[in-house]
């Protein structure tokens, strides 16, 4: 951080000498944003502007510093000249009464991308401003890589496309018709040592699914296309055999969760061909290995739940159309269809989305919720009634011991009374004894049986209750 120390010190030199009122003195004026190619020149605008008050005005110091660079890029003190090698002065002949101080950058790098100061001191002030540079190199026309080399349809195989150039842009995949890939592959990035990045895509082609052709673009930062590359397959015998026969598919299709889905797809015959006929269709998924449906010298086979859209279709019928019976979540994706006819061949794709599985879904956990509803109101009316009807029959059986209580105290109290009458009358000891045995009888065994009794029959109702109450929750 050398380069912004001496800065500092400088500005703290000239402020302690009282010059900072010189600072309006002296202005520089640079461009805020600058583009720069890789590996050509690149200009970094500044001039400086004086006060009418300024008369005839030197420079002393010039000096530029790029941030994370440590020593000056480019200095000019006393009327020494200093730089890095691959900068200089954009004006070839300057000198101190130069008011143009651009920097000239010779072979521009990625690495000289970032924000540049640039300080000014003269006899009459100083100033420093800032400028960015932002670089850019455009990406170079795309290489299409086949494995195996020849690749044809009786081959799985694959497409590689690479460019090169900066920052990094983005690569897309399109058919013979100029039409976007539907199921784009994932783009690899790769930095280079000197900063590019390399762009890398796959496309893998499945058996019985080739194009005539195959177009790779690539796209900048900014999402403007900078160069394309095409693959033609097989040469001009195959692709006048494509041209014989077209597809026509529908791009996009909505299938609905558990209904049938129809992918529409028909075969456009070239308007010279006479009794045209169909030798091969095959239907295929993207991820699934295996053809879905596929017919081949007469031979119909799919695998279940698929079959041509047409129910008596024949080798006559350009309408091959397919027909997903009971469609799945598992069914969406990309479609491809192939065709090779006794004139020639072609491919199409389409995609299928499904929808409607999520509403099934929402009917079920509503008939859950009502159902769970239900039976947190049984619930609740059973609990309810057991801490309702539990303390009643409790209630009542205490009720009863209180009573036989409160029955026993007057027998004895009538008990007494019998004594005192039979002590005046003159009565005998013999009948006292009798009436407390009879007392004794009916306090000790009489009342707790009918207590245990009552709670007996308490316990039982709550019981039959409980039961009741659990067959009407379950």
């Not at 004006?91 to 101190?96: D, L, T, V």
């Not at 990094?168 to 039409?179: C, E, P, Q, V």
């Not at 002590?423 to 009489?446: C, E, H, P, R, Y």
Request: proline share 3%.
């Amino acid at each position: 951080m050398a380069s912004a120390g001496f800065l500092l010190l400088t500005l703290a030199v000239l402020n302690s000498i009282g010059s900072v009122k010189s600072i309006a003195f002296v202005k520089i004026h640079c461009k805020t944003q600058n583009i720069g190619q890789y590996e050509q020149e690149s200009r970094l605008d500044c001039v400086i502007h004086y006060s009418g008050e300024v008369k005839d005005p030197e420079i002393m110091v010039v000096t530029w510093s790029r941030e994370g660079v440590e020593e000056p890029i480019l200095k000019y003190e006393n009327g020494k000249l200093t730089s890095l090698p691959g900068y200089s002065f954009a004006e070839p002949s300057w000198n101190n009464k130069n008011v143009n101080v651009s920097l000239l950058i010779h072979k521009t790098a990625v690495k000289d991308e970032g924000v540049y100061i640039c300080f000014v001191t003269t006899n009459s002030g100083y100033k420093l401003n800032q400028t960015r540079l932002n670089v850019t190199a455009k990406y170079g026309v795309p290489t299409i890589q086949p494995q195996p080399q020849d690749i044809d349809l009786d081959t799985d195989g694959s497409l590689t496309c690479k460019s090169t150039g900066y920052p990094k842009g983005r690569l897309s995949w399109f058919d013979k018709d100029n039409k976007p890939w539907l199921d784009q592959p994932e783009v690899k990035v790769l930095k280079t040592e000197n900063g590019l990045f390399t762009l890398s895509s796959t496309l893998k082609i499945q058996r019985g699914s080739s194009f005539s052709q195959y177009t790779c673009k690539v796209f900048n930062a900014r999402g403007d296309e900078e160069a394309e590359e095409s693959f033609i397959s097989g040469g001009s015998s195959q692709s006048h055999a494509q041209s014989s026969v077209e597809i026509h598919c529908k791009t996009q299709n909505v299938g609905q969760y558990d209904q049938q889905s129809r992918l529409d797809c028909v075969i456009h015959h070239a308007e010279d061909l006479e009794d045209p006929e169909i030798v091969v269709v095959t239907w295929s998924r993207q991820g699934v290995e295996e053809p879905i449906l596929k017919y081949e010298n007469g031979k119909l086979t799919s695998l279940p739940g698929y079959s041509f859209a047409e129910p008596s279709w024949n080798n006559k019928n350009v309408n091959v159309s397919l027909l997903i019976h009971k469609t799945a979540v598992k069914d969406e994706g990309v479609y491809t269809c192939h065709v090779t006819t006794d004139s020639g061949f072609n491919t199409n794709q389409t995609r299928l989305n499904v929808t409607g599985d999520d509403q099934e879904t929402e009917g079920d956990v509503q008939e859950s919720l009502t159902t769970g509803l239900g039976q947190d109101a049984k619930y609740s009316n059973m609990i309810l009634d057991t801490k309702i009807g539990a303390p009643v029959l409790v209630v009542g059986s205490l009720i009863l011991l209180v009573f036989y209580k409160i029955r026993s105290q007057q027998d004895d109290q009538e008990t007494e009374g019998d004594v005192q009458e039979s002590l005046t009358t003159g009565l005998g000891q013999d009948t006292k004894d009798a009436k407390d045995s009879n007392m004794i009888l009916a306090t000790k065994i009489v009342a707790p049986v009918l207590v245990v009794g009552s709670l007996i029959v308490g316990l039982l109702v709550l019981l039959l209750y409980k039961r009741q109450s659990w067959r009407e929750y379950h």
